[in-house]
Nanobody
Framework: QVQLVESGGGLVQPGGSLRLSCAASGNIFSIATMGWYRQAPGKQRDLVASITNGYGTMYADSVKGRFSISRDNAKKTVYLQMNSLKPEDTAVYYC????????WGQGTQVTVSS
């Protein structure tokens, strides 16, 4: 069983930055593919960014150039650095262990508003 605990969400003004963290339990983090997803009210949950165990990354078009995903295997933590935030980035952000087995965190709220 893997537990994922997100932190770092909050209220930020447009143009601001936040860094989300997701700490994982268990012993397979270093081989896992990890992802960040988000879900705005009334919308589906969408992939924001992912990172493989080989540090390959991919991003949704809407966040390319503004968000950066990274990982620290020693700390069993995946990060999402979010810059130049926009009101449309407002959502609950979820951490997910995509592979080798599917686990989700409980989410952290990010609100971008003046």
């Amino acid at each position: 069983q893997v537990q994922l605990v997100e932190s770092g969400g909050g209220l930020v003004q447009p143009g601001g930055s936040l860094r989300l963290s997701c700490a994982a339990s268990g012993n397979i983090f270093s081989i896992a593919t990890m992802g960040w997803y988000r879900q705005a009210p009334g919308k589906q949950r969408d992939l924001v960014a992912s990172i493989t165990n080989g540090y390959g990354t991919m991003y949704a078009d809407s966040v390319k150039g503004r968000f950066s995903i990274s990982r620290d295997n020693a700390k069993k933590t995946v990060y999402l650095q979010m810059n130049s935030l926009k009101p449309e980035d407002t959502a609950v952000y979820y951490c997910r262990q995509i592979l080798p087995r599917d686990y989700w965190g409980q989410g952290t709220q990010v609100t971008v508003s003046s």
